[in-house]
């Protein structure tokens, strides 16, 4: 996974939080599992600003694979969440499929 | 945030908490906190039909009175993360609040006094949602304990108990249920356009739900995903 930090004043955050998991979203209650982990405290922050990215790997699991049904979906995401240090915080998340390897024909 | 293909009725955009209860223009969680300390004298009713925002009114509510010690439920859904421990306004006020959210009798039962016992103390605020799923001799047992350890109260009920002034009472008129379908629409950027439901045929289905917005919400996500 790639990352790059933009427009981010480097005094105000906190930390960063990079983590990759999957939720359902549908009619009913929701379920949550997560994967992936990783926290970045100031002093641990990529020096990366700008054009280069930063870079973590993840081994993903054989399940939950995504699901696009009509009561139930399952979405895997990499979230990134960065905390400032004024209490507010930035969420961004980047949905992607998890699942067999779509055949050509 | 909105996820591509989110359909903007699902639970995770529509459950308590995830929208904030709307009060009438005149009327908001100052005047909801003074009626409560001053009016009902720290015990107060929620009332309401099923669906009608109770649960969204204590998630919307409650954090603002002060650090909350515990999230009690036996089954269903936890609050958002937002109706977690929070400081607010009336921190000096209330020094604590304790919330149980009834869901099995019996085991929700126990759990009450079995905290009880150990926790409660003068101005802490015991918040129960679904009073009404209680046993009569239970309420009573809960309002005494109260009573005697000089504890605050919230509860939420379909109907109108004895022993509880009614704090407020919620009800989701057509004109309210526009406005926020017409938020869930916009905050997920929707294709689907608010006018697709007037006011009309959403004063229909809420008339046909008996006043149940929730069920309203998971009418409209069936249509929405017919539109997919």
Same mark, same amino acid.
């Given at each position: 996974?790639?990352?790059?930090?933009?427009?981010?004043?480097?005094?105000?955050?906190?930390?960063?939080?990079?983590?990759?998991?999957?939720?359902?979203?549908?009619?009913?209650?929701?379920?949550?599992?997560?994967?992936?982990?990783?926290?970045?405290?100031?002093?641990?922050?990529?020096?990366?600003?700008?054009?280069?990215?930063?870079?973590?790997?993840?081994?993903?699991?054989?399940?939950?694979?995504?699901?696009?049904?009509?009561?139930?979906?399952?979405?895997?995401?990499?979230?990134?969440?960065?905390?400032?240090?004024?209490?507010?915080?930035?969420?961004?998340?980047?949905?992607?499929?998890?699942?067999?390897?779509?055949?050509?024909? | 945030?909105?996820?591509?293909?989110?359909?903007?009725?699902?639970? #995770?955009?529509?459950?308590?908490?995830? /929208?904030?209860?709307?009060? *009438?223009?005149?009327? =908001?969680?100052? &005047?909801?906190?003074?009626?409560?300390?001053?009016?009902?004298?720290?015990?107060?009713?929620?009332?309401?039909?099923?669906?009608?925002? %109770?649960?969204?009114?204590?998630?919307?509510?409650? *954090?603002?009175?002060?650090?909350?010690?515990?999230?009690?439920? @036996?089954?269903?859904?936890?609050?958002? *993360?937002?109706?977690?421990?929070?400081? =607010?306004?009336? &921190?000096?006020? @209330?020094?604590? /609040?304790?919330?149980?959210?009834?869901?099995?009798?019996?085991?929700?039962? &126990?759990?009450?006094?079995?905290?009880?016992?150990?926790?409660? +103390? *003068?101005?802490?605020?015991? @918040?129960?949602?679904?009073?009404? &799923?209680?046993?009569?001799?239970? +309420?009573?047992?809960?309002?005494?304990?109260?009573?005697?350890?000089?504890?605050?109260? /919230?509860?939420?009920?379909?109907?109108?108990?004895? =022993?509880? %002034?009614?704090?407020?009472?919620?009800? @989701?008129?057509?004109?309210? =249920?526009? #406005?926020? /379908?017409?938020?869930?629409?916009?905050?997920?950027?929707?294709?689907?356009?608010?006018?697709?439901?007037? %006011?009309?045929?959403?004063?229909?289905?809420?008339?046909?739900?008996?006043?149940?917005?929730?069920?309203?919400?998971?009418?409209?996500?069936?249509?929405?995903?017919?539109?997919?």
């Amino acid at each position: 996974v790639e990352y790059r930090l933009v427009g981010t004043t480097w005094g105000r955050v906190r930390a960063l939080e990079l983590s990759v998991l999957w939720y359902t979203e549908g009619k009913g209650n929701e379920d949550t599992g997560l994967h992936y982990f990783h926290r970045l405290t100031e002093d641990q922050l990529p020096i990366q600003q700008g054009d280069e990215p930063d870079r973590f790997e993840v081994q993903l699991p054989q399940a939950p694979l995504s699901y696009e049904g009509s009561l139930i979906k399952i979405r895997w995401v990499v979230r990134g969440r960065l905390l400032l240090s004024d209490g507010g915080e930035v969420l961004v998340d980047r949905m992607f499929r998890l699942g067999p390897p779509v055949r050509s024909s | 945030m909105r996820v591509p293909g989110s359909n903007p009725f699902a639970t #995770r955009y529509t459950a308590p908490g995830a /929208i904030p209860y709307q009060f *009438p223009t005149d009327f =908001g969680m100052q &005047q909801l906190t003074d009626r409560w300390l001053g009016d009902c004298h720290g015990r107060g009713l929620i009332v309401g039909p099923h669906g009608s925002g %109770k649960t969204s009114l204590l998630h919307s509510w409650v *954090p603002s009175l002060g650090p909350i010690e515990l999230v009690h439920q @036996v089954a269903g859904f936890l609050p958002s *993360p937002e109706a977690r421990p929070q400081t =607010g306004q009336l &921190q000096a006020v @209330v020094p604590g /609040i304790r919330w149980f959210r009834l869901t099995h009798q019996q085991r929700a039962l &126990q759990a009450i006094w079995d905290d009880s016992r150990r926790h409660w +103390r *003068p101005e802490l605020a015991i @918040v129960v949602d679904g009073y009404e &799923q209680l046993h009569p001799w239970a +309420r009573w047992r809960l309002l005494n304990r109260c009573r005697r350890l000089r504890c605050r109260l /919230i509860v939420t009920s379909h109907r109108r108990s004895l =022993g509880i %002034k009614t704090l407020w009472r919620t009800d @989701v008129s057509p004109e309210l =249920g526009h #406005r926020l /379908i017409s938020q869930l629409l916009e905050r997920n950027r929707s294709t689907i356009r608010a006018e697709e439901w007037t %006011k009309e045929q959403l004063s229909g289905r809420l008339e046909r739900q008996s006043g149940n917005f929730r069920e309203v919400l998971f009418e409209l996500y069936d249509l929405a995903e017919q539109d997919r």
